[in-house]
């Protein structure tokens, strides 16, 4: 597997290298179609460098969906180990998932006559939100832009490529990238929604109409 090491406002040492190939070992028997592991080693400094920490963010692509891990700590070694023990375990529970789906096969199932998805817990959208959005009391911040004022709610933006998934397919994805939730759009009702985590092996999805009605905007 071919490793990719990067250093931003730190430089990356030998043996921090010889560790990483160390590491990479333990993915490679986890993980054997990956083909490339991206570490990026993030120095930073705070109130006048009394305060140091170090960000490693680890990025695993192949034949399959990127599975992402990442950790802080004030030694970028430790911060390493604890971002391939993440990387380590997200792993480990995405196959768990694929034995388990082998041997209980999921329950969602789609009704083309109705629209009805059943066997998982769908939650509407809310309208107020919508509402509070719209009207600019929540206040949305572009990533990268410098907050000019103080507001207890700032949305931070990031936008991505739109994906066609089954609900399915998303739960595995949030697995892989270690989130607590992943956007996407429902391959069966064309919606956009999001998977989220709740407790064990359940997950919640949360699934916005194509048009909101205007009274429930007004309300």
């Given at each position: 597997m071919e490793t990719n090491i990067v250093g931003v406002g730190v430089s990356i040492s030998d043996r921090f290298r010889s560790v990483v190939e160390e590491k990479v070992l333990r993915i490679d028997t986890l993980a054997p179609r990956a083909q490339r592991i991206d570490v990026k080693v993030t120095h930073r400094a705070y109130h006048n460098g009394h305060m140091e920490d170090s960000t490693v963010e680890l990025t695993l692509t192949g034949r399959g969906p990127v599975v992402r891990a990442e950790a802080v700590d004030a030694d970028k070694f430790t911060a390493l180990d604890l971002a391939v023990d993440k990387l380590a375990e997200q792993l480990r529970r995405a196959k768990d998932k694929r034995v388990d789906a082998r041997n209980h096969p999921r329950g969602a199932t789609y009704d083309k006559g109705s629209g009805a998805l059943e066997g998982i817990d769908l939650e509407p959208a809310s309208a107020d939100i919508i509402r509070r959005v719209a009207t600019g009391e929540i206040s949305?911040?572009?990533?990268?832009?410098?907050?000019?004022?103080?507001?207890?709610?700032?949305?931070?933006?990031?936008?991505?490529?739109?994906?066609?998934?089954?609900?399915?397919?998303?739960?595995?994805?949030?697995?892989?990238?270690?989130?607590?939730?992943?956007?996407?759009?429902d391959a069966r009702t064309d919606s956009p929604s999001v998977v989220y985590r709740r407790k064990g092996w359940d997950y919640g999805v949360i699934s916005l109409a194509a048009q909101a009605a205007p009274a429930e905007l007004a309300s």
């Open positions: 949305v911040v572009g990533e990268g832009a410098e907050d000019e004022a103080y507001t207890p709610v700032v949305i931070r933006v990031k936008r991505f490529g739109a994906e066609w998934m089954t609900v399915e397919d998303a739960v595995d994805r949030m697995e892989l990238v270690g989130h607590d939730f992943f956007l996407f759009i």
